[in-house]
């Protein structure tokens, strides 16, 4: 058995065995396949798919690439995952909301891939704040403060870390089942009870369309509960960024807002019915609804505002951030609104745009070693449906230099259409599945 044989079968849409996937996988983990050769099988699996069974043996080959977490707690442990988005910054509100309605959150997440944001990218804004814990470190974390939001380890799915890298810049990252093995090989390893998933859907999402979307969330559900996680999904919509904010500080910034009760909106609802949802299924509430009453009871009353800034402090990050947390966020020299170019309704945006405009401010990656850059990004997008006169801001971007600025306000201009009439507006939840 060898990778390239493999490969040969993969391109030639021959399946592929659970022994031909397990020997990937730990090829990928152990370097024993090359970075030609997992791009090669990556382009493969993207372009003829690996099938139903071929899905769910690499993502437990992957899962099983390294070591897999066990966890004795008196309450469940429950995550949550994005498929990606612009703007979605619901994991830092969600997890300290979970742990402060009763469940353990050992949240294992990702950097940027491809045009959207990475929440590791988002924690590491925080200055002094680690997300690279030892499994010790990791542990003592959520079990002291109820949650915790780290990177996968050398030893967590090593597999699919190596994969992960190599799909961004092979322009592999689209394919069904790669997203499906790379998102639940980390979530199974974690030693998960329960898992929600977040399946975006429109302009900003890699699922552009709604039956993309369903298959991705029905690949997910069904390969997540045939390896013994209960899992459900919600298809959301990313017509729009879920925050006004894009950019790692700047999506710290817009989780803070939410998490101390300054604003409300599409970023708070959809943080309350993916809670209430897990709640739910967790047993944790009796359902769905009380769940997500219960997961906007802990952010209104603040104590999940309370975990969120002991997780901070545990995970390396100022003490008082919650406190303070306008002080400590960094702040991009040169900041320019976009003004509008007529009057008119804010019709449509193109997330994707908008998210790669982003990466090439310095938030995001082009290649695998490139340095993020915390503090650029766009804020205060006007939302869909949004009236607005000739010269009134649109947005604003944060930039490093002025001509990144330039180059950033040519994009977002192409980017954001009006209209004499008003959208038709989207749900911000299209279906639930499982």
């Not at 021959?14 to 970075?35: T, Y």
């Not at 699996?45 to 080959?61: D, F, I, P, S």
């Not at 949550?80 to 353990?104: F, M, N, Q, R």
């Not at 006007?382 to 604003?396: H, I, K």
Request: hydrophobic share 45%.
């Amino acid at each position: 058995m060898d990778a390239r044989a493999i490969i040969v079968r993969l391109r030639d849409r021959q399946p592929l065995s659970r022994e031909d996937l397990s020997w990937f996988a730990q090829g990928l983990a152990d370097r024993a396949v090359s970075d030609a050769q997992a791009g090669a099988f990556a382009m493969a699996a993207l372009l003829n798919g690996l099938g139903k069974e071929g899905r769910v043996a690499l993502t437990l080959a992957m899962r099983d690439s390294g070591h897999v977490l066990r966890w004795d707690m008196d309450r469940p442990v429950l995550d949550k995952h994005s498929t990606g988005g612009v703007g979605d910054c619901v994991s830092l509100v969600l997890a300290p909301a979970l742990a402060a309605c009763g469940a353990y959150v050992p949240m294992i997440s990702g950097r940027g891939l491809g045009h959207t944001g990475g929440t590791l990218d988002k924690l590491e804004a925080i200055p002094g704040l680690r997300t690279d814990l030892s499994e010790a470190q990791f542990r003592a974390v959520v079990g002291q403060v109820g949650c915790a939001i780290v990177s996968a380890s050398a030893d967590i799915a090593p597999a699919d870390k190596r994969l992960y890298a190599i799909r961004d810049v092979t322009g592999t990252v689209e394919s069904l089942d790669l997203i499906t093995a790379s998102i639940l090989s980390k979530k199974l390893a974690a030693g998960l009870e329960g898992l929600v998933l977040d399946v975006k859907v429109g302009s900003g999402a890699f699922m552009k369309h709604p039956d993309e979307a369903r298959a991705l969330a029905q690949a997910l559900v069904s390969t997540a509960n045939a390896a013994g996680c209960p899992t459900s999904a919600v298809i959301t919509d990313m017509n729009q960024p879920l925050a006004p904010e894009l950019g790692n500080a700047l999506e710290v910034a817009s989780s803070m807002r939410v998490l101390t009760g300054q604003v409300s909106g599409p970023l708070a609802d959809l943080t309350a019915i993916l809670g209430g949802v897990a709640l739910a299924n967790a047993g944790l509430a009796t359902d769905v609804e009380a769940g997500a009453r219960a997961i906007a009871d802990s952010i209104r009353d603040g104590r999940a505002a309370e975990i969120f800034g002991r997780m901070v402090a545990a995970q390396g990050g100022p003490l008082r951030f919650v406190e303070d947390w306008q002080r400590f966020l960094p702040e991009a020299p040169v900041i320019r609104e976009i003004p509008a170019p007529r009057a008119g309704f804010v019709a449509a945006m193109d997330g994707h745009a908008m998210g790669l405009s982003v990466v090439a401010l310095g938030g995001g990656r082009q290649v695998e070693n490139d340095v993020v850059d915390p503090a650029v990004g766009i804020s205060d997008v006007v939302p869909l449906g949004t009236w607005v006169e000739q010269g009134q801001p649109l947005a604003r971007i944060h930039a490093a230099r002025e001509s990144a600025a330039d180059e950033a306000a040519a994009t977002l201009h192409a980017a954001i259409t009006l209209s004499d009439t008003a959208p038709t507006l989207p749900p911000l939840v299209h279906e639930r599945i499982g």
